[in-house]
């Protein structure tokens, strides 16, 4: 067994610090997802209407974040917006704006897609049985939208989880940064620490997206 | 019994400057079952769909009883009531269960006792030899399956009238026969009906009356014996002879 230096992480308060970091990670793609969803909604179903120019205005928006890389974004509002509006958002902050912007995107599509998979001849056979409009929105349109988008959301997630890992790079002390102090500070003592410490760091992830990975393939499953 | 329940009077349907249908006259009495055939595209199905007001027309009236049905019209929810629509491709809500599926309308349209309408539905599930999917989702049933509780889905309403499109053309052969049973038992209990059909043996069983339609218009009309034995036009005969295979 070769040495991983995991020592260091029973030092002081080590494993509580690492602990720290991962719950950084996870509040902050927890509040974007939240605000994501209802502007991703909302977005979404404008896609499937019939204006057409909001319709290339939301496609734009969605290209556009989609091609921009996330630590791109990260550094446009982290930095850009102090030089452009005076005004300096914290790291938390930033990162929050920049993966609701990402997310509201992501789920839009995943919304408008949602609903434009129910087939019309579902809108016909519900009319056709004497429902109607609303009957026909909250009996068989939305309950079905629904179930196409909840672990599709859920997979959002975890991309969101794992996209915070950039976010050491504006400041934001979550789980790699941690992780990175860690074996500064110890490179003396165990200087074969990283490999230890990161696969420690992959380990708590892990354990982070995989039930909410598994919650995902579980309700795909079951609404299928 | 002379009571006519649908009446359809200068019929004229045109979709995007082309004439899918053209002054189409048609009534059906009580206990009536009309069967419609002719090429694809002629405008049967749509015929259909325009008696449940699926589609807009362009001009002439339909009426069921003393109710015009019109796309749009207030009233239009309450008389889809009495008009039971079974589609080709069934059409089932995939998020219920059959008995859900069957329930849907009776409860929440017509706001009838949620039990009794069950019992009713049980009943009609056991005669289609389907009372013990009344709990499977549409996914776990077969085509033939799915159509047969489409029909019970509709037969829940208590519909005046039935409307069948191409019900078995997109099931596989060993299926269409549990399905066409069905609607010949509705037939020996003198449902009103009008079906859109390919199969011209079970036309032939069926229909007190056949309508060949091309073209948007209806070319002939007569007795199945009269219509499909002895056709009149040559159009009629040229369609017919597709389904006649020698060597």
Known sequence: MPDL????LLKGSNIMRLLAGLWVALRISLISVAGSIPIGIILGTLMTGRNIVLKAILK???????IMPQLVLLFIVFFGSTRMFGWQPTGEVSAVIVFTLWGAAEMSDLVRGALISIPLHQYESSEALGLSKTQTYWYIIIPQTLRRLIPLSINLITRMIKTTSLILMIGVVEIMKVAQQIIEANRRSSPTAAFGVYLVVFLLYFLACWPISLLAKYLERKWR | MEENILTVEHLRKEYEGNVILDDVNLSVKRGEVVVIIGPSGCGKSTLLRCINALENIQSGTIRLQDEVIEAGAKNLAKIREKIGMVFQNYELFPHLTVI???L??????QKREKKEVR???VKLLERVGLKDKAESYPRQLSGGQKQRVAIVRALCMNPEILLFDEV???LDPEMVREVLDVMLELARQKRTMVIVTHEMQFAQAVADRVLFIDEGKIMEQGTPEELLQHPKTERTKQFLNIFHYEK
């Open chain 1, 60 to 66: 734009i928006y969605l290209e556009f974040i989609r």
């Open chain 1, 5 to 8: 230096g995991l020592e260091v």
């Open chain 2, 119 to 121: 019992e009713e539905a």
């Open chain 2, 100 to 102: 859900e599926n069957i």
């Open chain 2, 104 to 109: 849907l309308a009776p409860v929440k349209v």
């Open chain 2, 168 to 170: 078995t053309a997109a």
